[in-house]
């Protein structure tokens, strides 16, 4: 998985749900992950991590809503997993990102986050968008 996000569109790739508001968030986000470079010691970092923090609360909403609107079974399941990583992520805000091995840490957590939880939460909620939206408009 780690020589994956070396390749962002390879990355993209893998995660690519078919389903285009999604992706396209999901594509935006992984752009900020992998523009987050644990070597640079910058202040960039804690910018970016700000930043990083902002859009995923605006994708986890934008989220939430299709679920809300498409009825979706699982909603507050979907919504535990975004609250439980919002407060990790959080956490790293208030640590010294001056140190290389805190970047480090970050960058690994998001990462393995966004792959998980693609993988296997949004999946689930993708499949289900799709097949709601073939049976109610006769196309995906
Ligand atoms: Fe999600």
């Keep these: 998985m780690t020589e994956l996000i070396a390749d962002r569109n390879q990355w993209m790739a893998l995660l ?8 396209e968030q999901h594509n935006h ?6 523009g987050f470079d644990p070597a640079d010691p910058s202040d960039k970092a804690r910018l970016l991590l700000m930043e ?3 859009y995923t609360r605006e994708h986890f909403r934008m989220e939430e809503e299709l679920m809300t609107e498409a009825g979706y079974p ?3 399941g979907h ?7 919002l407060k990790e992520a959080v956490r790293f805000a208030v640590r010294d990102l ?3 091995l805190v970047r480090q840490e970050f960058h690994d957590f998001l990462r393995d986050w966004l ?6 939460a949004d999946r689930a909620l993708a499949d289900f968008l799709r097949e709601s939206r073939g049976s109610s ?4």
């Design 79 to 85: 919504r535990n997993l975004h609250d439980d990583l």
């Design 16 to 23: 690519r749900l078919e389903v285009p508001v999604i992706d």
């Design 29 to 34: 986000l992984l752009g900020l992950v992998c």
């Design 137 to 140: 408009h006769g196309a995906a």
């Design 74 to 76: 699982h909603l507050a």
């Design 52 to 54: 990083i923090l902002r």
């Design 115 to 120: 792959t998980n939880h693609v993988l296997q």
């Design 98 to 100: 001056s140190s290389r």
